[in-house]
């Protein structure tokens, strides 16, 4: 009982020192993160677990950046630290510091992108505006082999758009979809280059993959809370449309999907947490927009993945419940397992765990890999976690970004080899 006596007291001196700036509707300057730093904090028992995520759900001033069935990771206010220092000597209890101040992470990121070329590429991260001009681009040098399109508009107004990477007929179909957490950048910065990759790379592995599949690639689904990473807000999580019962703006868009929507803890009904699933399923035009689109090409697509970070994880459904697993459960760790095995036997030796999201992690309800597995029968489906365990957390240097996406690449080579090994890229359509 000392963490949740602990961890209480953090939660409500983060309150009463921080709501204004994470809950404050309109923010006019960029918001700044001096002196948070990001803790890791073991749990002890099961009990102790399932407190502080309830915690989470009540106190908004306070960030959790990840937990899985042994540990949290918490980001502490500046105002909060003596007397979280205090009461982890008090109560006996530990903690390791992952991040000493999460805006020397920002700062640092913004130096290396003002460092890097004006070019479009891999050495910074890019904003929504570049990404969109260098879809243009590409759609103009690819014309016979690349199709642009756009699913739908965001809540402001902002065009979705996706390409479609197809050299013949026939080709069984793959879904990435990118970025539908705002401040996960690396994700959309992964899927701009594995579109360069398939589209120009002369290596005969990558030739074969992108020439014998299908590629529908949305590299940035929430493009309204994107922007706002870039321009208010680096570590903002959900969608942008206000809400009809609360101050606090945005819906988590990974809760919003209409499978076992709010079911079993595993999305909050608070408009102020970030887990917040939105007032009914699909309320965000942004993932209703997505719905729509894969609904109308379900019968093309044999792969779903959605590219997420961090934590280094390939996670399968389901993601409502641990108590039972997909009727193909075995065929997704098979192709999970290949996954990992092959990005470990890289330079870098990036270790991925695999499981089920509520397995391995905890219950997420609403999410697009189940979606896509219940809903609309694609029988490979993955979340897929990126770079890296807690040292940058969401806060990614640029100069990850290709090592990343290299493994990415090699991950995503083995996880469609072994699909098809098990029978699951057999066309849908011809």
């Known amino acids: 009982m000392r963490l949740y006596a602990l961890c209480a007291v953090i939660f409500f001196v983060a309150t009463t020192n921080a709501a204004s700036l994470f809950q404050k509707p309109e923010i006019e300057q960029k918001v700044r993160y001096d002196n948070y730093k990001v803790f890791k904090i073991k749990y002890e028992t099961a009990m102790q677990r399932q407190k502080l995520l309830d915690l989470t759900k009540i106190y908004q001033s306070f960030r959790l950046w990840h937990e899985d069935s042994s540990e949290c990771y918490l980001m502490v206010t500046p105002n909060a630290l003596p007397l979280f220092e205090e009461t982890l000597k008090i109560s006996n209890a530990s903690a390791e510091i992952l991040i000493s101040n999460v805006q020397d992470l920002i700062d640092q990121e913004n130096e290396a992108d003002t460092r890097a070329s004006d070019k479009f ?23 016979v082999v690349t199709e642009g399109f756009v699913i739908g508009k965001s809540y402001e107004g902002r065009d979705i758009r996706g390409i479609k990477i197809s050299y013949k007929s026939g080709n069984p179909g793959v879904f990435i979809e990118s970025n539908i957490h705002a401040r996960e950048w690396i994700t959309s910065a992964t899927a701009t280059w594995l579109i360069n990759e398939l589209l120009s790379s002369s290596d005969d592995l990558v030739r ?70 939105g007032p009914y399923a699909f309320s965000e035009p942004e993932t209703k927009a997505l719905s729509d689109f894969v609904a109308s090409i379900k019968d093309k697509l044999n792969i779903m993945i959605a590219f997420h970070s961090y934590s280094q994880l390939l996670l399968s459904p389901y993601g409502h419940t641990k108590d039972e697993v997909p009727e193909n459960y075995d065929d997704l760790m098979q192709v999970a397992k290949a996954y990992s095995d092959t990005v470990k036997d890289l330079p870098y030796g990036t270790v991925y765990r695999y499981g089920s999201s509520a397995g391995i992690l905890y219950p997420a309800s609403g999410t697009t890999s189940d979606w896509a597995y219940n809903e609309q ?19 990614l240097p640029p100069a990850f970004i290709i090592p990343n996406a290299e493994e990415a690449l090699v991950g995503i080579i083995s996880l469609l080899a072994e699909s098809k090994k098990l029978g699951y890229l057999e066309p849908k359509y011809i």
């Open 377 to 395: 029968d694609v029988k490979i489906s993955y979340t897929i976690e990126f770079r890296d365990t807690g040292n940058f957390g969401f806060v």
């Open 208 to 277: 074969d993959l992108a020439e014998s599949h299908d590629w529908y690639i949305v590299p940035v689904l929430n493009v309204d809370g994107f922007v706002y990473t870039h321009e208010k807000d680096r570590l903002w999580r959900k969608t942008r449309q206000p809400s009809n019962i609360s101050q606090c703006i945005g819906v988590d868009p990974n809760r919003n999907y209409d499978s076992h929507w709010m079911e079993n803890g595993g999305a909050s009904s608070d408009p102020c947490n970030e887990a917040y699933a």
């Open 121 to 143: 590429g891999w050495t910074r991260y890019n904003s929504l505006a570049e990404i969109d001009a260098w879809l243009d681009e590409i759609l103009a040098v690819y014309p």
